[in-house]
């Protein structure tokens, strides 16, 4: 009786035999398409062509001339494209430009500083909803969530009489105290479930080495929840920086009107410049879409990491 080795290539052949004497070829096999990625792949290219789409159409207009802005059929690639609009409100010596200017300065100063403002309050904050027990801290913590069950138009008209009480009236002071005020539930609770993630074993073994509460808090806690920190801010930046009622209702200077409320300007009684618009649009978008492309990464793992608690 003769014995036929079992060598690597009689495995390799063996293993790869399927029924009805065929064999796959070796080092690649055909993937499965399943329709459930079929319908995965339709649904994101369906949400990306409803986020690009629009920014496209307002980039196109935006490079076209006032009357064929209006024609029809509409152009979707300029047959003859400018850019004139972004000369004229980027032009410091111009009429426009410098009232754009100082429109697009008072956005950046108010969304900033609430930005900074907010995202200093929430850190303490989410750190003591996620580390101590205190007596009535669940109900402390879900009622600070509570204001976003109501619409911003609920709060105005107490709002204006509290600023105008405390003068504040015509100033970004009081558009920038809302806006924090409104963006700290938010906050606070993602980063309390980002603190959450972290353990507290840490902070244990940093003030056993004989680091006190603050410096335990600094130099390792905070270095591990940047990620969320990061993701805090840009929610609290964008927030701010497309608010329009409260801004449209707390200021009345013309020298403090922020960006959403200085684009209605490009609408007249009888005409409207469409190009302008869509150009001043365009720019206004720029800063956030900046922000995500730098921040990205830090934005996506503050999401999956804090802000559901394993």
Known sequence: MTHVPLCSTGLATVAGARPG?????????????????????????????????PMLWMLSTSLEGQFAALSQPPEWIPSHPT???????????GT???????????????SLSTTLLGVLIAIPAAYAF?????????????????????????????????????HLINTHWSLILTYMTFGLPLSIWLLKGFYDNIPEELERAARIDGASRFKAFWLIIMPLSSPGIIATAIYAFI?????????????????????PVGLQHFFTEFATNWPGLMAAAFIMS?????????????????????AVKS
């Open 83 to 93: 850019l004139q609009q972004y000369q004229t409100l980027l032009s410091p010596t």
């Open 130 to 166: 996620s580390r101590f027990q205190f007596p009535g801290r669940d109900i402390l913590f879900f009622a600070v969530l509570v204001r976003n069950m109501f619409p911003v138009v609920v709060f105005l008209i107490p709002l204006f009489i509290l600023m105008r009480t405390l």
């Open 96 to 110: 426009i430009g410098p009232v754009f200017l100082r429109y697009f300065l008072n956005s950046m100063i108010v």
């Open 21 to 53: 004497g065929r064999v796959a070829a070796r080092g690649w096999t055909r993937p499965r398409i399943r329709p459930l990625d079929v319908v995965s792949v339709v649904w994101l290219v369906l949400l990306l062509a409803f986020a690009v789409i």
């Open 286 to 306: 720029v800063p956030v879409v900046v922000m995500f492309m730098l921040l990205q990464k830090q934005f996506v793992q503050a999401l999956t990491e804090g």
């Open 239 to 259: 927030g701010a920086w497309n608010e329009y009622v409260y801004a449209l209702t707390f200021l009345n200077s013309e020298s403090l009107l922020t960006l």
